[in-house]
Protein backbone atom coordinates (compact mmCIF):
# COMPACT_ATOMS: atom_id res chain seq x y z
CA UNK A 1 0.00 0.00 0.00
CA UNK A 2 1.41 3.19 -1.07
CA UNK A 3 2.54 6.05 1.77
CA UNK A 4 -0.31 8.91 1.73
CA UNK A 5 1.97 11.34 1.02
CA UNK A 6 3.04 9.27 -2.33
CA UNK A 7 -0.44 8.74 -3.26
CA UNK A 8 -0.83 12.64 -3.46
CA UNK A 9 2.58 12.68 -5.28
CA UNK A 10 1.07 9.71 -7.72
CA UNK A 11 -1.86 11.49 -8.26
CA UNK A 12 -1.12 14.97 -8.58
CA UNK A 13 1.94 13.98 -11.44
CA UNK A 14 -0.45 11.70 -13.10
CA UNK A 15 -3.38 14.62 -13.40
CA UNK A 16 -0.53 17.12 -14.71
CA UNK A 17 0.44 15.03 -17.33
CA UNK A 18 -2.54 13.50 -18.80
CA UNK A 19 -4.08 16.88 -18.74
CA UNK A 20 -1.00 18.03 -20.30
CA UNK A 21 -1.62 16.07 -23.06
CA UNK A 22 -5.25 15.88 -23.47
CA UNK A 23 -5.46 19.71 -23.14
CA UNK A 24 -4.85 20.80 -26.85
CA UNK A 25 -6.89 18.02 -28.44
CA UNK A 26 -10.09 18.07 -25.93
CA UNK A 27 -10.01 22.16 -25.97
CA UNK A 28 -10.70 21.39 -29.55
CA UNK A 29 -13.32 19.34 -29.28
CA UNK A 30 -14.93 21.47 -26.77
CA UNK A 31 -14.39 24.46 -28.51
CA UNK A 32 -15.97 23.05 -31.98
CA UNK A 33 -18.21 20.83 -29.73
CA UNK A 34 -19.62 24.11 -27.97
CA UNK A 35 -20.23 26.13 -31.27
CA UNK A 36 -21.84 22.88 -32.57
CA UNK A 37 -24.36 23.33 -30.22
CA UNK A 38 -26.21 25.98 -32.35
CA UNK A 39 -25.65 23.41 -35.05
CA UNK A 40 -29.50 24.07 -36.56
CA UNK A 41 -29.39 27.70 -36.40
CA UNK A 42 -25.92 28.19 -37.80
CA UNK A 43 -27.59 25.66 -40.82
CA UNK A 44 -30.02 28.06 -41.41
CA UNK A 45 -27.77 31.02 -41.47
CA UNK A 46 -25.12 29.68 -43.75
CA UNK A 47 -27.72 28.72 -46.22
CA UNK A 48 -29.08 31.31 -48.51
CA UNK A 49 -32.11 28.70 -49.64
CA UNK A 50 -33.15 28.53 -45.99
CA UNK A 51 -33.84 32.14 -45.76
CA UNK A 52 -37.36 33.14 -44.99
CA UNK A 53 -39.34 33.25 -41.95
CA UNK A 54 -40.77 30.01 -41.82
CA UNK A 55 -45.08 29.95 -40.61
CA UNK A 56 -45.87 29.69 -36.87
CA UNK A 57 -45.14 25.77 -35.79
CA UNK A 58 -42.86 24.98 -38.85
CA UNK A 59 -46.33 24.55 -40.37
CA UNK A 60 -46.82 22.45 -44.31
CA UNK A 61 -49.19 21.34 -46.95
CA UNK A 62 -47.82 19.14 -49.33
CA UNK A 63 -50.79 17.44 -50.48
CA UNK A 64 -50.78 18.77 -54.08
CA UNK A 65 -47.10 18.62 -54.44
CA UNK A 66 -46.04 15.17 -52.97
CA UNK A 67 -47.81 13.20 -56.08
CA UNK A 68 -46.17 15.83 -58.72
CA UNK A 69 -42.73 15.83 -57.06
CA UNK A 70 -42.97 11.53 -56.72
CA UNK A 71 -43.57 11.61 -60.26
CA UNK A 72 -41.23 13.71 -61.47
CA UNK A 73 -38.40 12.93 -59.98
CA UNK A 74 -39.35 8.16 -60.07
CA UNK A 75 -39.46 8.00 -56.42
CA UNK A 76 -42.42 5.87 -56.31
CA UNK A 77 -39.53 3.09 -57.54
CA UNK A 78 -37.83 3.24 -54.00
CA UNK A 79 -38.31 0.92 -51.31
CA UNK A 80 -38.99 3.68 -49.09
CA UNK A 81 -39.54 7.07 -49.08
CA UNK A 82 -38.40 9.31 -46.07
CA UNK A 83 -40.10 12.83 -45.23
CA UNK A 84 -38.24 15.01 -42.68
CA UNK A 85 -40.51 17.45 -41.83
CA UNK A 86 -39.90 21.22 -41.40
CA UNK A 87 -38.57 21.74 -37.68
CA UNK A 88 -36.09 24.68 -36.13
CA UNK A 89 -33.34 21.87 -36.90
CA UNK A 90 -34.31 22.76 -40.95
CA UNK A 91 -37.23 24.70 -42.00
CA UNK A 92 -37.63 23.07 -45.54
CA UNK A 93 -39.05 19.65 -45.89
CA UNK A 94 -36.46 16.95 -47.00
CA UNK A 95 -37.86 14.22 -49.70
CA UNK A 96 -35.30 11.29 -49.60
CA UNK A 97 -34.99 7.54 -50.96
CA UNK A 98 -32.18 5.34 -50.92
CA UNK A 99 -30.94 5.83 -54.41
CA UNK A 100 -31.38 9.53 -55.55
CA UNK A 101 -30.26 12.66 -53.37
CA UNK A 102 -32.28 14.39 -51.13
CA UNK A 103 -34.95 16.82 -52.57
CA UNK A 104 -35.59 20.05 -50.52
CA UNK A 105 -39.15 21.93 -50.72
CA UNK A 106 -40.06 25.24 -49.67
CA UNK A 107 -42.92 24.55 -46.94
CA UNK A 108 -44.68 27.89 -48.01
CA UNK A 109 -44.49 28.29 -51.95
CA UNK A 110 -44.05 24.03 -52.68
CA UNK A 111 -41.46 24.91 -54.56
CA UNK A 112 -37.89 22.17 -55.23
CA UNK A 113 -35.30 24.00 -54.83
CA UNK A 114 -31.52 23.47 -55.75
CA UNK A 115 -29.71 23.65 -52.50
CA UNK A 116 -25.92 22.65 -54.70
CA UNK A 117 -23.26 23.68 -52.82
CA UNK A 118 -24.35 25.69 -49.93
CA UNK A 119 -25.61 22.61 -47.79
CA UNK A 120 -24.61 23.06 -44.42
CA UNK A 121 -20.73 23.75 -45.49
CA UNK A 122 -19.88 25.68 -41.85
CA UNK A 123 -21.54 23.08 -39.46
CA UNK A 124 -20.45 19.84 -40.94
CA UNK A 125 -16.68 21.36 -41.09
CA UNK A 126 -17.14 22.78 -37.46
CA UNK A 127 -18.58 18.70 -36.65
CA UNK A 128 -16.26 17.22 -38.11
CA UNK A 129 -13.00 19.90 -36.25
CA UNK A 130 -15.15 18.64 -33.35
CA UNK A 131 -15.36 14.57 -33.22
CA UNK A 132 -11.79 14.18 -34.94
CA UNK A 133 -12.89 13.01 -38.24
CA UNK A 134 -10.72 15.49 -40.36
CA UNK A 135 -8.01 13.40 -39.34
CA UNK A 136 -8.16 10.16 -41.38
CA UNK A 137 -8.81 6.97 -39.91
CA UNK A 138 -7.74 8.00 -36.29
CA UNK A 139 -9.04 11.02 -35.37
CA UNK A 140 -12.46 9.96 -34.03
CA UNK A 141 -10.77 7.22 -32.15
CA UNK A 142 -7.91 9.60 -30.52
CA UNK A 143 -10.67 12.11 -29.97
CA UNK A 144 -12.63 9.37 -27.87
CA UNK A 145 -9.26 8.38 -25.96
CA UNK A 146 -9.59 12.07 -24.99
CA UNK A 147 -12.94 11.42 -23.61
CA UNK A 148 -11.46 8.68 -21.31
CA UNK A 149 -8.13 11.00 -20.24
CA UNK A 150 -11.10 13.73 -19.36
CA UNK A 151 -12.78 11.65 -17.75
CA UNK A 152 -9.38 10.00 -15.81
CA UNK A 153 -8.98 13.80 -14.99
CA UNK A 154 -12.59 14.53 -13.75
CA UNK A 155 -12.43 12.11 -11.24
CA UNK A 156 -8.45 12.30 -10.48
CA UNK A 157 -9.39 15.91 -9.89
CA UNK A 158 -11.99 15.58 -7.38
CA UNK A 159 -9.74 12.75 -5.90
CA UNK A 160 -6.92 15.51 -5.62
CA UNK A 161 -9.86 17.99 -4.03
CA UNK A 162 -11.09 15.55 -1.52
CA UNK A 163 -7.43 14.67 -0.41
CA UNK A 164 -6.56 17.94 0.32
CA UNK A 165 -9.47 19.90 1.27
CA UNK A 166 -7.91 21.98 3.43
CA UNK A 167 -7.30 25.50 1.90
CA UNK A 168 -4.47 26.24 -0.44
CA UNK A 169 -2.63 29.04 1.35
CA UNK A 170 -1.88 31.55 -1.06
CA UNK A 171 -0.90 35.54 -1.57
CA UNK A 172 -3.51 37.66 -3.19
CA UNK A 173 -2.18 38.80 -6.72
CA UNK A 174 -0.08 35.57 -7.25
CA UNK A 175 -0.90 34.12 -9.92
CA UNK A 176 0.01 30.41 -9.51
CA UNK A 177 -2.89 30.89 -6.97
CA UNK A 178 -5.32 32.54 -8.68
CA UNK A 179 -5.13 30.08 -11.39
CA UNK A 180 -5.53 27.04 -9.18
CA UNK A 181 -8.67 28.96 -7.46
CA UNK A 182 -10.37 29.03 -11.02
CA UNK A 183 -9.20 25.29 -12.05
CA UNK A 184 -10.66 24.59 -8.43
CA UNK A 185 -13.91 26.16 -8.79
CA UNK A 186 -14.27 25.85 -12.68
CA UNK A 187 -13.45 21.89 -12.43
CA UNK A 188 -15.55 21.28 -9.25
CA UNK A 189 -18.59 23.37 -11.36
CA UNK A 190 -18.56 21.19 -14.19
CA UNK A 191 -17.71 17.75 -12.86
CA UNK A 192 -21.31 16.36 -14.34
CA UNK A 193 -21.18 18.08 -17.57
CA UNK A 194 -17.88 16.71 -18.35
CA UNK A 195 -18.57 13.09 -16.75
CA UNK A 196 -21.43 13.31 -19.59
CA UNK A 197 -19.44 14.50 -22.34
CA UNK A 198 -16.81 12.48 -21.92
CA UNK A 199 -18.45 9.41 -21.25
CA UNK A 200 -20.88 9.60 -24.47
CA UNK A 201 -17.86 11.12 -26.43
CA UNK A 202 -15.65 7.96 -25.36
CA UNK A 203 -18.87 5.28 -26.14
CA UNK A 204 -19.31 7.54 -29.75
CA UNK A 205 -15.59 7.81 -30.67
CA UNK A 206 -13.72 5.02 -29.71
CA UNK A 207 -16.71 2.47 -28.74
CA UNK A 208 -18.88 2.35 -32.01
CA UNK A 209 -15.28 1.81 -34.36
CA UNK A 210 -13.43 -0.52 -32.07
CA UNK A 211 -15.68 -2.73 -30.06
CA UNK A 212 -14.53 -6.01 -32.19
CA UNK A 213 -13.58 -8.20 -29.20
CA UNK A 214 -16.95 -7.53 -27.43
CA UNK A 215 -18.85 -9.08 -30.41
CA UNK A 216 -16.68 -12.07 -31.35
CA UNK A 217 -16.77 -12.45 -27.94
CA UNK A 218 -20.75 -12.36 -27.45
CA UNK A 219 -21.08 -14.34 -30.99
CA UNK A 220 -19.10 -17.34 -29.57
CA UNK A 221 -15.90 -16.19 -31.12
CA UNK A 222 -17.95 -16.21 -34.84
CA UNK A 223 -18.28 -12.56 -35.69
CA UNK A 224 -16.32 -9.52 -34.55
CA UNK A 225 -18.70 -7.16 -36.55
CA UNK A 226 -21.00 -5.36 -34.09
CA UNK A 227 -23.01 -3.45 -37.08
CA UNK A 228 -24.24 -6.76 -38.52
CA UNK A 229 -24.78 -8.34 -35.33
CA UNK A 230 -26.99 -5.49 -33.19
CA UNK A 231 -28.44 -3.90 -36.45
CA UNK A 232 -31.15 -6.67 -36.98
CA UNK A 233 -32.27 -6.48 -33.52
CA UNK A 234 -32.13 -2.77 -32.42
CA UNK A 235 -32.71 -0.53 -35.66
CA UNK A 236 -34.85 -3.63 -36.98
CA UNK A 237 -37.24 -1.83 -40.02
CA UNK A 238 -41.17 -2.73 -40.34
CA UNK A 239 -41.19 -5.12 -43.82
CA UNK A 240 -45.00 -4.22 -45.58
CA UNK A 241 -45.95 -6.05 -48.84
CA UNK A 242 -47.80 -4.75 -51.36
CA UNK A 243 -49.27 -5.03 -55.03
CA UNK A 244 -48.43 -3.67 -58.19
CA UNK A 245 -52.35 -2.73 -58.59
CA UNK A 246 -52.66 1.48 -58.10
CA UNK A 247 -54.61 3.11 -55.75
CA UNK A 248 -55.65 6.65 -54.51
CA UNK A 249 -54.03 7.19 -51.60
CA UNK A 250 -55.84 9.72 -48.87
CA UNK A 251 -54.05 13.17 -48.85
CA UNK A 252 -50.34 13.50 -46.62
CA UNK A 253 -52.20 16.39 -44.41
CA UNK A 254 -55.30 13.88 -43.59
CA UNK A 255 -53.24 11.25 -42.43
CA UNK A 256 -50.70 13.33 -40.50
CA UNK A 257 -54.10 14.69 -38.67
CA UNK A 258 -55.27 10.54 -38.13
CA UNK A 259 -51.49 9.83 -36.94
CA UNK A 260 -52.03 12.64 -34.53
CA UNK A 261 -55.08 11.69 -33.58
CA UNK A 262 -54.49 8.45 -32.76
CA UNK A 263 -51.02 9.20 -30.73
CA UNK A 264 -51.12 12.47 -29.31
CA UNK A 265 -48.42 11.99 -27.18
CA UNK A 266 -45.87 11.63 -30.15
CA UNK A 267 -44.25 14.46 -31.39
CA UNK A 268 -43.81 13.82 -35.22
CA UNK A 269 -40.48 15.26 -37.06
CA UNK A 270 -40.85 12.54 -40.10
CA UNK A 271 -42.81 10.08 -41.69
CA UNK A 272 -41.88 7.16 -44.13
CA UNK A 273 -43.83 6.10 -47.10
CA UNK A 274 -43.99 2.44 -48.28
CA UNK A 275 -45.16 1.85 -51.60
CA UNK A 276 -46.40 4.87 -52.63
CA UNK A 277 -49.52 4.96 -54.76
CA UNK A 278 -49.84 1.19 -55.02
CA UNK A 279 -52.73 -0.83 -52.59
CA UNK A 280 -51.48 -1.58 -49.42
CA UNK A 281 -49.65 1.62 -49.24
CA UNK A 282 -48.64 2.47 -45.81
CA UNK A 283 -47.34 5.88 -44.12
CA UNK A 284 -45.26 5.66 -40.62
CA UNK A 285 -45.34 8.56 -38.78
CA UNK A 286 -42.25 9.01 -36.39
CA UNK A 287 -41.55 11.22 -33.60
CA UNK A 288 -40.43 11.24 -29.50
CA UNK A 289 -42.45 11.10 -27.06
CA UNK A 290 -42.99 14.20 -25.34
CA UNK A 291 -43.00 12.94 -21.87
CA UNK A 292 -40.04 11.16 -22.71
CA UNK A 293 -37.41 13.18 -24.72
CA UNK A 294 -33.87 11.34 -23.76
CA UNK A 295 -35.47 7.60 -24.41
CA UNK A 296 -37.22 8.69 -27.48
CA UNK A 297 -34.30 10.52 -29.19
CA UNK A 298 -32.69 9.99 -32.76
CA UNK A 299 -31.99 5.91 -32.27
CA UNK A 300 -35.16 4.96 -30.77
CA UNK A 301 -37.83 7.17 -32.49
CA UNK A 302 -41.54 6.11 -31.64
CA UNK A 303 -43.76 5.68 -34.72
CA UNK A 304 -47.69 4.72 -35.92
CA UNK A 305 -48.33 3.03 -39.02
CA UNK A 306 -51.60 3.88 -41.01
CA UNK A 307 -52.76 2.31 -44.09
CA UNK A 308 -52.43 5.15 -46.72
CA UNK A 309 -55.25 4.15 -49.03
CA UNK A 310 -58.04 4.27 -46.24
CA UNK A 311 -56.24 5.47 -43.03
CA UNK A 312 -56.96 2.62 -40.27
CA UNK A 313 -53.96 2.17 -38.14
CA UNK A 314 -51.76 -0.63 -38.75
CA UNK A 315 -49.18 -0.58 -36.62
CA UNK A 316 -47.97 1.16 -33.05
CA UNK A 317 -44.48 1.42 -31.72
CA UNK A 318 -44.77 2.66 -27.86
CA UNK A 319 -41.83 2.95 -25.83
CA UNK A 320 -42.61 0.01 -23.83
CA UNK A 321 -42.58 -1.74 -26.70
CA UNK A 322 -38.87 -0.75 -27.32
CA UNK A 323 -35.34 -2.89 -26.68
CA UNK A 324 -34.18 -1.44 -23.29
CA UNK A 325 -30.73 -1.14 -25.38
CA UNK A 326 -32.21 1.23 -27.75
CA UNK A 327 -33.77 3.12 -24.96
CA UNK A 328 -30.25 3.71 -23.26
CA UNK A 329 -28.77 4.07 -26.82
CA UNK A 330 -31.14 6.43 -27.31
CA UNK A 331 -30.27 8.58 -23.91
CA UNK A 332 -26.48 8.38 -24.61
CA UNK A 333 -27.44 10.20 -27.68
CA UNK A 334 -29.59 12.31 -26.16
CA UNK A 335 -27.19 13.36 -23.30
CA UNK A 336 -24.58 14.59 -26.28
CA UNK A 337 -26.32 15.99 -28.76
CA UNK A 338 -29.27 17.43 -27.44
CA UNK A 339 -31.22 16.39 -30.30
CA UNK A 340 -35.10 17.43 -30.03
CA UNK A 341 -34.00 20.63 -27.30
CA UNK A 342 -34.57 24.05 -28.56
CA UNK A 343 -32.11 27.24 -28.06
CA UNK A 344 -32.94 27.65 -24.11
CA UNK A 345 -31.23 24.09 -23.60
CA UNK A 346 -28.45 24.61 -25.75
CA UNK A 347 -27.40 28.20 -24.19
CA UNK A 348 -27.18 26.11 -21.11
CA UNK A 349 -24.91 23.61 -22.08
CA UNK A 350 -22.86 25.88 -24.74
CA UNK A 351 -21.99 28.08 -20.97
CA UNK A 352 -20.93 24.73 -19.52
CA UNK A 353 -18.96 23.81 -22.59
CA UNK A 354 -16.96 27.53 -22.23
CA UNK A 355 -16.94 26.94 -18.41
CA UNK A 356 -14.96 23.35 -19.06
CA UNK A 357 -12.75 25.51 -21.76
CA UNK A 358 -11.13 27.97 -19.17
CA UNK A 359 -10.95 25.23 -16.93
CA UNK A 360 -8.40 23.36 -19.16
CA UNK A 361 -7.10 27.27 -19.94
CA UNK A 362 -6.90 27.68 -16.09
CA UNK A 363 -4.87 24.25 -15.91
CA UNK A 364 -2.56 25.15 -18.45
CA UNK A 365 -1.94 28.43 -17.04
CA UNK A 366 -1.01 26.56 -13.65
CA UNK A 367 1.81 24.70 -15.14
CA UNK A 368 2.96 27.84 -16.88
CA UNK A 369 3.30 29.79 -13.96
CA UNK A 370 5.81 26.89 -12.76
CA UNK A 371 8.00 27.22 -15.83
CA UNK A 372 7.91 30.81 -15.67
CA UNK A 373 10.80 31.40 -13.70
CA UNK A 374 12.96 27.81 -14.68
CA UNK A 375 15.58 28.51 -16.69
CA UNK A 376 14.79 26.44 -20.81
CA UNK A 377 13.10 26.80 -24.18
CA UNK A 378 10.38 24.46 -22.76
CA UNK A 379 8.46 27.11 -21.06
CA UNK A 380 8.56 29.30 -23.38
CA UNK A 381 8.11 27.51 -26.59
CA UNK A 382 5.04 25.40 -25.05
CA UNK A 383 3.81 29.21 -24.06
CA UNK A 384 3.57 30.12 -28.03
CA UNK A 385 2.69 27.50 -29.35
CA UNK A 386 -0.51 26.69 -26.91
CA UNK A 387 -1.16 30.64 -27.26
CA UNK A 388 -1.74 29.32 -31.42
CA UNK A 389 -3.62 26.80 -30.33
CA UNK A 390 -6.02 28.03 -27.48
CA UNK A 391 -6.74 31.33 -29.42
CA UNK A 392 -5.57 30.95 -33.12
CA UNK A 393 -8.34 28.50 -33.10
CA UNK A 394 -10.66 31.37 -32.70
CA UNK A 395 -9.25 33.61 -35.78
CA UNK A 396 -8.94 30.71 -38.11
CA UNK A 397 -12.52 29.59 -37.23
CA UNK A 398 -14.01 33.04 -37.24
CA UNK A 399 -12.42 33.58 -40.56
CA UNK A 400 -14.93 30.60 -41.80
CA UNK A 401 -18.37 32.25 -41.82
CA UNK A 402 -16.80 35.46 -43.22
CA UNK A 403 -15.69 33.00 -45.98
CA UNK A 404 -19.11 31.06 -46.49
CA UNK A 405 -20.22 34.22 -47.75
CA UNK A 406 -17.57 35.84 -49.43
CA UNK A 407 -16.77 33.22 -52.07
CA UNK A 408 -19.56 32.14 -54.81
CA UNK A 409 -22.35 30.02 -53.76
CA UNK A 410 -21.75 27.95 -57.44
CA UNK A 411 -17.64 28.01 -56.67
CA UNK A 412 -16.92 24.05 -57.49
CA UNK A 413 -14.11 23.55 -54.95
CA UNK A 414 -15.25 26.05 -52.06
CA UNK A 415 -15.62 23.50 -49.40
CA UNK A 416 -11.59 22.81 -50.41
CA UNK A 417 -10.96 27.08 -50.45
CA UNK A 418 -12.59 27.20 -46.92
CA UNK A 419 -11.10 24.34 -45.45
CA UNK A 420 -8.12 25.10 -46.83
CA UNK A 421 -7.90 28.31 -45.63
CA UNK A 422 -8.85 27.47 -42.10
CA UNK A 423 -5.60 25.20 -42.07
CA UNK A 424 -3.38 28.02 -43.75
CA UNK A 425 -4.70 30.67 -41.18
CA UNK A 426 -4.19 28.41 -38.36
CA UNK A 427 -0.77 27.39 -39.48
CA UNK A 428 0.16 31.37 -40.02
CA UNK A 429 -0.78 31.87 -36.50
CA UNK A 430 1.33 29.35 -35.24
CA UNK A 431 4.38 30.73 -36.89
CA UNK A 432 3.38 34.08 -35.66
CA UNK A 433 3.21 33.17 -32.50
CA UNK A 434 6.77 32.15 -32.87
CA UNK A 435 8.27 35.51 -35.52
CA UNK A 436 6.69 38.26 -33.01
CA UNK A 437 8.52 38.48 -29.71
CA UNK A 438 5.44 40.68 -27.52
CA UNK A 439 3.11 38.13 -26.37
CA UNK A 440 0.50 40.66 -25.70
CA UNK A 441 0.86 42.23 -29.65
CA UNK A 442 -0.15 38.18 -30.65
CA UNK A 443 -3.28 37.93 -28.62
CA UNK A 444 -4.42 41.43 -28.92
CA UNK A 445 -3.82 40.97 -33.00
CA UNK A 446 -5.59 37.39 -32.68
CA UNK A 447 -8.60 38.86 -30.86
CA UNK A 448 -9.11 42.27 -33.07
CA UNK A 449 -8.66 39.77 -36.36
CA UNK A 450 -11.78 37.78 -34.85
CA UNK A 451 -13.50 40.94 -34.34
CA UNK A 452 -12.92 42.05 -37.30
CA UNK A 453 -14.11 38.95 -39.07
CA UNK A 454 -17.39 38.09 -37.42
CA UNK A 455 -17.74 41.85 -38.28
CA UNK A 456 -17.40 41.64 -41.80
CA UNK A 457 -19.44 37.62 -42.19
CA UNK A 458 -22.45 39.95 -40.81
CA UNK A 459 -21.91 42.35 -43.14
CA UNK A 460 -21.45 40.02 -46.36
CA UNK A 461 -24.13 38.31 -45.12
CA UNK A 462 -26.70 41.19 -45.25
CA UNK A 463 -25.46 42.28 -48.71
CA UNK A 464 -25.41 39.08 -50.58
CA UNK A 465 -28.43 37.46 -48.91
CA UNK A 466 -30.16 40.95 -48.59
CA UNK A 467 -31.17 39.71 -45.29
CA UNK A 468 -29.48 42.80 -42.80
CA UNK A 469 -30.02 42.78 -38.90
CA UNK A 470 -32.70 44.95 -39.08
CA UNK A 471 -34.72 43.30 -41.57
CA UNK A 472 -34.66 40.35 -40.44
CA UNK A 473 -35.93 41.95 -37.55
CA UNK A 474 -38.94 43.52 -38.97
CA UNK A 475 -39.86 40.54 -40.90
CA UNK A 476 -39.37 37.61 -37.73
CA UNK A 477 -36.84 36.07 -39.42
CA UNK A 478 -35.71 35.23 -35.89
CA UNK A 479 -32.67 32.98 -36.56
CA UNK A 480 -31.12 35.19 -38.80
CA UNK A 481 -31.64 37.79 -36.53
CA UNK A 482 -30.34 36.07 -33.34
CA UNK A 483 -27.18 34.68 -35.28
CA UNK A 484 -26.28 37.87 -36.17
CA UNK A 485 -26.77 39.56 -33.13
CA UNK A 486 -24.73 36.79 -31.59
CA UNK A 487 -22.21 37.58 -33.81
CA UNK A 488 -21.75 41.37 -33.61
CA UNK A 489 -21.63 40.54 -29.91
CA UNK A 490 -19.01 38.18 -29.94
CA UNK A 491 -17.16 40.85 -32.24
CA UNK A 492 -17.63 43.37 -29.68
CA UNK A 493 -16.58 40.78 -26.66
CA UNK A 494 -13.38 40.20 -28.59
CA UNK A 495 -12.53 44.08 -29.24
CA UNK A 496 -12.57 44.73 -25.57
CA UNK A 497 -11.07 41.83 -24.46
CA UNK A 498 -8.09 42.52 -27.18
CA UNK A 499 -8.22 46.06 -25.63
CA UNK A 500 -8.04 44.83 -22.14
CA UNK A 501 -5.07 42.26 -22.97
CA UNK A 502 -2.68 45.51 -23.84
CA UNK A 503 -3.73 47.11 -19.86
CA UNK A 504 -3.31 43.51 -17.72
CA UNK A 505 0.36 43.34 -16.25
CA UNK A 506 -0.53 39.56 -16.16
CA UNK A 507 0.64 38.83 -19.89
CA UNK A 508 3.59 41.28 -20.02
CA UNK A 509 5.03 38.58 -17.51
CA UNK A 510 4.90 36.02 -19.96
CA UNK A 511 7.39 38.14 -22.03
CA UNK A 512 10.64 38.66 -19.88
CA UNK A 513 11.83 35.55 -21.42
CA UNK A 514 11.66 34.18 -24.79
CA UNK A 515 13.62 33.41 -27.85
CA UNK A 516 14.90 36.75 -28.82
CA UNK A 517 16.80 36.75 -25.33
CA UNK A 518 17.99 33.49 -25.08
CA UNK A 519 17.43 30.55 -23.28
CA UNK B 1 25.14 -5.90 -13.36
CA UNK B 2 22.82 -5.84 -15.76
CA UNK B 3 20.40 -8.36 -13.57
CA UNK B 4 20.99 -5.90 -10.75
CA UNK B 5 19.77 -2.91 -12.70
CA UNK B 6 16.93 -4.33 -13.64
CA UNK B 7 16.00 -5.70 -9.99
CA UNK B 8 16.64 -2.31 -8.42
CA UNK B 9 14.18 -1.11 -11.68
CA UNK B 10 11.72 -3.31 -10.61
CA UNK B 11 11.16 -3.76 -7.06
CA UNK B 12 12.34 -0.18 -6.03
CA UNK B 13 10.06 2.10 -4.79
CA UNK B 14 9.72 5.69 -6.38
CA UNK B 15 8.82 8.94 -4.36
CA UNK B 16 8.08 10.48 -8.01
CA UNK B 17 6.17 8.34 -10.83
CA UNK B 18 8.57 7.56 -13.98
CA UNK B 19 7.48 7.67 -17.56
CA UNK B 20 7.52 3.73 -17.71
CA UNK B 21 5.69 3.78 -14.78
CA UNK B 22 2.97 5.75 -15.97
CA UNK B 23 3.17 4.57 -19.78
CA UNK B 24 2.85 1.06 -18.41
CA UNK B 25 -0.34 2.26 -16.43
CA UNK B 26 -2.31 3.67 -19.75
CA UNK B 27 -1.42 0.99 -21.71
CA UNK B 28 -2.50 -1.83 -19.16
CA UNK B 29 -5.55 0.02 -18.51
CA UNK B 30 -6.68 0.41 -21.67
CA UNK B 31 -5.59 -3.56 -22.28
CA UNK B 32 -7.29 -4.88 -19.17
CA UNK B 33 -10.23 -2.40 -19.81
CA UNK B 34 -10.99 -4.30 -23.25
CA UNK B 35 -10.09 -7.63 -21.46
CA UNK B 36 -12.53 -7.46 -19.16
CA UNK B 37 -15.18 -6.27 -21.76
CA UNK B 38 -15.07 -8.99 -23.60
CA UNK B 39 -15.05 -10.97 -20.34
CA UNK B 40 -18.27 -9.50 -19.45
CA UNK B 41 -20.27 -9.91 -22.85
CA UNK B 42 -18.53 -13.54 -22.84
CA UNK B 43 -20.47 -13.85 -19.60
CA UNK B 44 -23.62 -11.69 -20.25
CA UNK B 45 -27.27 -13.62 -20.79
CA UNK B 46 -29.22 -11.85 -24.15
CA UNK B 47 -28.91 -11.26 -27.41
CA UNK B 48 -26.82 -10.01 -28.93
CA UNK B 49 -27.45 -6.21 -28.24
CA UNK B 50 -27.92 -6.89 -24.86
CA UNK B 51 -24.14 -8.88 -24.72
CA UNK B 52 -22.22 -6.29 -26.12
CA UNK B 53 -23.75 -2.61 -25.24
CA UNK B 54 -23.15 -3.37 -21.54
CA UNK B 55 -18.98 -3.37 -22.58
CA UNK B 56 -19.51 -0.62 -24.53
CA UNK B 57 -20.80 1.62 -21.97
CA UNK B 58 -18.81 0.37 -19.17
CA UNK B 59 -15.33 0.72 -20.81
CA UNK B 60 -14.05 4.53 -20.04
CA UNK B 61 -15.20 3.83 -16.66
CA UNK B 62 -13.36 0.62 -16.55
CA UNK B 63 -10.05 2.45 -18.15
CA UNK B 64 -9.99 4.72 -15.89
CA UNK B 65 -10.37 2.39 -12.51
CA UNK B 66 -7.87 -0.06 -13.92
CA UNK B 67 -5.73 3.35 -14.74
CA UNK B 68 -6.30 4.96 -11.20
CA UNK B 69 -5.38 1.21 -9.60
CA UNK B 70 -2.04 0.39 -11.58
CA UNK B 71 -0.95 4.28 -11.02
CA UNK B 72 -1.12 3.39 -7.17
CA UNK B 73 1.53 0.38 -7.44
CA UNK B 74 4.67 0.59 -5.20
CA UNK B 75 6.91 -0.33 -7.90
CA UNK B 76 6.96 -1.42 -11.39
CA UNK B 77 7.08 -5.47 -10.38
CA UNK B 78 3.46 -4.53 -8.86
CA UNK B 79 2.32 -3.47 -11.73
CA UNK B 80 3.32 -5.88 -13.85
CA UNK B 81 2.11 -8.97 -11.85
CA UNK B 82 -1.45 -6.78 -11.47
CA UNK B 83 -1.69 -6.25 -15.42
CA UNK B 84 -0.63 -10.33 -15.61
CA UNK B 85 -2.96 -12.00 -13.41
CA UNK B 86 -5.98 -10.39 -14.12
CA UNK B 87 -4.93 -11.06 -18.14
CA UNK B 88 -4.38 -14.94 -17.45
CA UNK B 89 -7.92 -14.29 -15.18
CA UNK B 90 -9.83 -12.54 -18.24
CA UNK B 91 -7.95 -15.27 -20.72
CA UNK B 92 -9.78 -17.77 -18.98
CA UNK B 93 -13.28 -16.90 -18.64
CA UNK B 94 -13.35 -15.70 -21.99
CA UNK B 95 -12.15 -19.21 -23.19
CA UNK B 96 -13.99 -20.92 -21.41
CA UNK B 97 -17.41 -18.83 -20.61
Known sequence: MLAKTLFFKYLHRSHTIIGLIVL????????FGTLTFFMPYLKVWESPSRHFVPSSEYAFNIDATLNEVVEKYHLANAKS????????RDPLLRLSTESQNSLFIQPLTNEVLKVGREENLISIFFNELHTGSVIPLIGMPLMGAMSIGILFLTLGGFWLYWQKRKPTKGVKGNWKYTWLSWHKITGLGIIPYALVFACTGAFLGLMLSFSHPFAWSASNKKESNLRSLVVPIIFAQPKYTSSETKASMLPFSMLYKVAKTEYPRLEIVG??????GKEGAKVRFKGFDKDNVAQTGRTNRLSITLDAVNGTVVEQKVLENTHR?????????????????????????????????????????????KNLHQKGWLGDLTNRVSIAVLIGIIPSSA????????????????????RGTFYAFWSFWLFYCVFERSIVTIISRMLQASAWFLLLAV?????????????????GAWTLFYMDTVFLVSALILFLLAKKVERTDLFYRYERKGVYDGY | MFLTKLSHLFYASKTVIGWVHGSL??????????????SLSALLKGDM??????????????VCCFGFWLLFSKNLLHVTLKIALLALCNACIITFA
Open chain 1, 24 to 31: YFFYMSTY
Open chain 1, 81 to 88: IEITLPSF
Open chain 1, 271 to 276: ATLYHY
Open chain 1, 325 to 369: ISRMLSAFYYFHFVPDETLGMRVVLACFGAVLAFCLVSGYLLWAE
Open chain 1, 399 to 418: IVPLLQWILAFDLFDKEIWV
Open chain 1, 459 to 475: LFHGLKSGFFIWKSFTL
Open chain 2, 25 to 38: SVLGAFALAYLCGT
Open chain 2, 49 to 62: AERIFPSMFLFPLL
